[in-house]
């Protein structure tokens, strides 16, 4: 057998074979492979790396995407970040294997970005499908007045201060300037709750309200981003089209919601009616996607109809189950577009040691800081509620995770943010979720005993 | 709110401004995202039908991609089976929704084709993957003897003589013969033992020899499919290469699933040891991807990695959890490769009014007649076994269902299917799909009594 390999490999080896036209499709799919491969073994290491360091995965996955891609090893980019098929490892490797002519390499290299680019797409489609799976409407209603003025807040100022301030300070356009002081406004729901549920301060009244603005301000943020990313498109900012835009969009948002209470019904029907494979998810997944096109087709973005059959689905007895099957595609989607975040910026547009940086590294200081302070002020439009830790409140409102890097690849695909800008958001993204869960610990812990009477006071509320 | 709306509409209204080169990627996803549903509520509507006549799933969803495809709606088509941009109608809606020119249109159709087909690669890749995870090798080793000649016979007949019969009686060249002859070979594990359950037959001597005859005839078939693609893609018959390619591919599957029994206790102790989401579901990804990535980089097929994964997982004591949470992440992709399959074909190239179509149609018939007698005698290879329903092995050995249609596509893809070829397989695999059920229950039926008695003595062939 041996010999009979040895004695024939000269002249058919494959490995020496040069391509033909006829092979270009499974080369496509090699690619994509071996990107997934890296993508997947990124993902894990950084998220793994950071939960064993008390950090959120999500971090992790993020950094993770950064070491990889365009700023350090080159593993996975992207044409939209200057990249050519040269740049790629992956596509050298492809190369390596199949001996190809540089034009070749140049299309396989733009269908697999653009295959991979998609798939993070869906990724993000599927992640808010399932944050809004997991909202609870009801809950929401709970919470009242005091988590609706910390999450208006927590989005009406760092947005303000920062497209003012990028435009009065640094003379960014006024296009870029809205994007980026927008990308300040989303408050991560998932990192938050879990540090708080972690030093067992869910439940109480700081908690209760951060976690409650949180979500709002998530819906919030998918609002502005909408709008926001409307606007971009169109390039000019005319008012009547603002109003146009953020009225269709809390209509779009709203109106499925309402609509969604008599279609939750026939969704469960169907479901029940259904005795193939896939009776479940099959329907949702027409249902979300269904949405998300909408969304996309009306101009305003995927990721807010997704979110809003998500928190129509939600509504339905079939959530748990639901849940529960959604959870593996997830598993194997969001990933690839939490490391293709990181991997599409290029920090080396921030390196300080080159003088022509230091505007961008200014403006990303700039953000920075108004990213922090601008959540920290919500905790003092608390109202009514004396012996609250209002510090506790703003810190617990920083982090900004997921949604903040979905405006970060949005303007990224849209062109609206430069290189600088587009760094400068996802090192925001990094150090807000980076820093919010020590001095949490830290302003809650400081604030125990403080936190125990309120506590009793609170069960004193409660008893009566 | 109305009032405004209206007042504003004529200049800003999104669905009458024209398309600026930043809105190139989000109309990708627009189409994807459109494609994907109607893929999804084809699969369900043919599948359900299918299911509710008393047909397996797979050939509604098989059908209904024929219906939304080339053949008919042309909602649903690829540039491999001809078609342009004007021709789809998914195309023309993205059209009307953004107002876009020509050549704008024409490379979002191409890219979207493009995501489409990868995502049915992935599909196909994850179809094998369960395959590998559902296929138990010990249970393998019990079957014996009977089933493996049954399976070689099956195997041999319809690839010899449908391979013979192109070349000597229809001068097909010799690549497309033996890839046509070679798509006749494997049989389908699920439909076959699906009807053999419903008939109560699975568990006689007869449904233990069909059964295990499909599972070796799958493997078989595959590793026959990974020989006759790389013979495709090099473009001529050489015998050593086929000797090459037989060992190899037949040494990368033992070979991975003997360094599987090595590799399986790491994958347990890593799934174990990760403790953020996805630490099942990604880990064994991981592991499938790279092994379909390497199937493809040794011009092999990526399916026979994707196999050779699922066989290994399958010896772990994940196997269970794995399994459940491969379930939805198959029921999304997996319909995308069927749907497409049917959509990529045009039976029109069979209309029996076109009288250029005669050959393609004497063609197809002489395939069909290979493939359904070139399975039936292989009843009468069993040895040794008085009084055992040998047509009722036969026709267990019919349907060909899932390979046969990897067969189709990975045909097309490389181009060595011409039109009337890829229209006979497709209809080949529909009609044994569609004619066994039947047929088995009915030779079950007639020999009733022959099989009561074929069980008596089975019972005391156990008591001895």
């Given at each position: 057998m041996i010999n009979a390999i040895t004695s024939i490999s000269p002249p058919t080896f494959p490995l020496l074979a040069t391509a033909t036209?006829s092979e270009?499709?499974p080369i496509?799919?090699t690619?994509?492979?071996?990107?997934?491969?890296?993508?997947?073994?990124?993902?894990?290491?950084?998220?793994?790396?950071?939960?064993?360091?008390?950090?959120?995965?999500?971090?992790?996955?993020?950094?993770?995407?950064?070491?990889?891609?365009?700023?350090?090893?080159?593993?996975?980019?992207?044409?939209?970040?200057?990249?050519?098929?040269?740049?790629?490892?992956?596509?050298?490797?492809?190369?390596f294997i199949d001996n190809l002519?540089?034009?070749?390499?140049?299309?396989?290299?733009?269908?697999?970005?653009?295959?991979?680019?998609?798939?993070?797409?869906?990724?993000?489609?599927?992640?808010?499908?399932?944050?809004?799976?997991?909202?609870?409407?009801?809950?929401?209603?709970?919470?009242?007045?005091?988590?609706?003025?910390?999450?208006?807040?927590?989005?009406?100022?760092?947005?303000?201060?920062?497209?003012?301030?990028?435009?009065?300070?640094?003379?960014?356009?006024?296009?870029?300037?809205?994007?980026?002081?927008?990308?300040?406004?989303?408050?991560?729901?998932?990192?938050?709750?879990?540090?708080?549920?972690?030093?067992?301060?869910?439940?109480?009244?700081?908690?209760?309200?951060?976690?409650?603005?949180?979500?709002?301000?998530?819906?919030?943020?998918?609002?502005?981003?909408?709008?926001?990313?409307?606007?971009?498109?169109?390039?000019?900012?005319?008012?009547?089209?603002?109003?146009?835009?953020?009225?269709?969009?809390?209509?779009?948002?709203?109106?499925?919601?309402?609509?969604?209470?008599?279609?939750?019904?026939?969704?469960?029907?169907?479901?029940?009616?259904?005795?193939?494979?896939?009776?479940?998810?099959?329907?949702?997944?027409?249902?979300?996607?269904?949405?998300?096109?909408?969304?996309?087709?009306?101009?305003?973005?995927?990721?807010?109809?997704?979110?809003?059959?998500?928190?129509?689905?939600?509504?339905?007895?079939?959530?748990?189950?639901?849940?529960?099957?959604?959870?593996?595609?997830?598993?194997?989607?969001?990933?690839?577009?939490?490391?293709?975040?990181?991997?599409?910026?290029?920090?080396?547009?921030?390196?300080?040691?080159?003088?022509?940086?230091?505007?961008?590294?200014?403006?990303?200081?700039?953000?920075?800081?108004?990213?922090?302070?601008?959540?920290?002020?919500?905790?003092?439009?608390?109202?009514?509620?004396?012996?609250?830790?209002?510090?506790?409140?703003?810190?617990?409102?920083?982090?900004?995770?997921?949604?903040?890097?979905?405006?970060?690849?949005?303007?990224?695909?849209?062109?609206?943010?430069?290189?600088?800008?587009?760094?400068?958001?996802?090192?925001?993204?990094?150090?807000?979720?980076?820093?919010?869960?020590?001095?949490?610990?830290?302003?809650?812990?400081?604030?125990?005993?403080?936190?125990?009477?309120?506590?009793?006071?609170?069960?004193?509320?409660?008893?009566?």
């Open positions: 036209e270009y499709a496509v799919l690619g994509v492979l071996l990107s997934l491969v890296v993508i997947y073994i990124a993902s894990k290491l950084g998220g793994e790396l950071s939960r064993m360091l008390d950090f959120p995965p999500v971090l992790g996955e993020l950094i993770a995407g950064v070491v990889i891609g365009a700023s350090a090893l080159h593993l996975v980019v992207f044409p939209e970040s200057g990249a050519i098929a040269s740049d790629s490892v992956i596509v050298s490797i492809l190369k002519s540089p034009e070749t390499l140049t299309s396989i290299f733009q269908s697999q970005s653009e295959v991979i680019s998609v798939l993070a797409e869906l990724g993000v489609i599927i992640l808010l499908f399932e944050i809004g799976l997991e909202s609870d409407i009801r809950e929401l209603q709970k919470v009242g007045y005091q988590a609706t003025i910390v999450a208006c807040v927590g989005v009406a100022v760092p947005f303000g201060a920062g497209t003012a301030g990028l435009m009065l300070l640094f003379h960014v356009p006024a296009i870029p300037a809205i994007f980026a002081g927008a990308a300040l406004t989303a408050t991560s729901i998932g990192i938050t709750s879990k540090v708080l549920s972690e030093i067992g301060q869910l439940k109480s009244k700081e908690g209760q309200i951060i976690v409650g603005a949180a979500v709002i301000d998530d819906i919030l943020g998918i609002i502005v981003l909408a709008v926001v990313a409307s606007l971009a498109k169109t390039g000019e900012v005319d008012v009547a089209n603002v109003i146009y835009l953020i009225v269709s969009a809390t209509v779009f948002l709203i109106g499925s919601i309402l609509l969604g209470k008599f279609f939750n019904k026939s969704f469960v029907a169907i479901a029940n009616v259904l005795q193939t494979r896939g009776n479940l998810i099959v329907p949702a997944f027409i249902f979300a996607f269904f949405m998300a096109f909408i969304g996309n087709a009306i101009h305003l973005e995927a990721i807010l109809g997704a979110f809003a059959a998500g928190l129509v689905l939600d509504e339905t007895d079939k959530r748990k189950e639901l849940d529960e099957q959604v959870k593996p595609i997830a598993d194997i989607l969001v990933p690839i577009f939490f490391v293709t975040v990181g991997a599409k910026v290029d920090l080396g547009v921030l390196n300080p040691l080159v003088p022509e940086n230091r505007e961008g590294l200014i403006i990303s200081t700039f953000l920075i800081g108004v990213a922090i302070l601008g959540k920290i002020v919500t905790g003092w439009s608390v109202f009514g509620q004396s012996g609250i830790n209002r510090l506790a409140i703003g810190i617990g409102m920083i982090p900004r995770g997921e949604v903040g890097l979905v405006f970060a690849a949005i303007g990224t695909a849209s062109g609206v943010l430069d290189k600088p800008l587009q760094a400068a958001i996802i090192i925001m993204v990094i150090l807000t979720t980076f820093l919010a869960p020590p001095f949490l610990r830290l302003t809650f812990g400081e604030s125990q005993k403080q936190v125990e009477s309120a506590k009793q006071v609170k069960q004193a509320d409660l008893a009566r």
